[in-house]
């Protein structure tokens, strides 16, 4: 519904939940996979997400079967994972692009470290936990968002409608922290990397 009202705003993701209670029971339920492939077959989505996942799960059938649905058709993996899952979701599916949610939930160094290794991975930042330092960027974030500047990008979280709230409070928050990076650099994760990362298969060409 949102997409038909604003095309070029609109990126949508299938979530494979049909209600907030399988966020985490998803990963052993069999009744994902025909849910998935039902709004698959009836809607277009750029990727699958975001979805939760850790460490061994990822080996389980369920969301091995949801890896394949999204590789039969191209779609980004956007995966609240722990590094473990990442490695083992790009093991099953090398080419897959991942956009790793909350990744700076975990330390700088070990994400750039990640990032290295996985060259098609991008991070969004949704609930940076570096809120004490205020409107200063952690110094060792900085250095990775200069040592990747086409990897990172801000996140939202609204998944769900009482995140809409927030939009305007996050909004500032974003804009105070990306203003003690360089302009272009700012630009980048602030909306260009996203863009360019879903613009290929997702909003309308103008
Ligand atoms: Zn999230």
Redesign the pocket.
């Known amino acids: 519904m949102l997409l038909a009202e604003a095309p070029d705003l609109i990126v949508p993701e299938l979530r494979p939940y049909r209600t907030r209670a399988d966020t985490s029971g998803w990963v052993r339920d069999d009744g994902i996979l025909p849910y998935l492939e039902a709004r698959l077959a009836k809607y277009r989505y750029a990727g699958i997400g975001?979805f939760h996942l850790f460490g061994e799960e990822a080996e389980l059938p369920i969301p091995q079967r949801m890896v394949a649905l999204a590789r039969e058709r191209d779609l980004l993996l956007h995966a609240?994972s722990d590094v473990e899952a990442i490695d083992r979701l790009f093991r099953q599916w090398p080419q897959a692009r991942i956009l790793w949610?909350?990744s700076s939930f975990d330390r700088p160094e070990k994400v750039r470290e990640v990032l290295r290794r996985h060259p098609r991975l991008w991070c969004d930042l949704?609930?940076r936990s570096d809120h004490a330092h205020g409107n200063k960027l952690d110094p060792a974030w900085r250095e990775a968002f200069i040592a990747h500047p086409d990897r990172f990008m801000v996140?939202t979280?609204t998944?769900t409608p009482e995140r809409w709230h927030f939009i305007g409070t996050h909004a500032s928050f974003s804009r105070g922290w990306l203003a003690d990076l360089p302009l272009a650099l700012a630009e980048r994760v602030a909306w260009r990397n996203a863009e360019a990362l879903l613009r290929a298969n997702t909003l309308p060409r103008t």
């Open positions: 975001e609240h949610a909350h949704a609930y996140g979280d998944f």
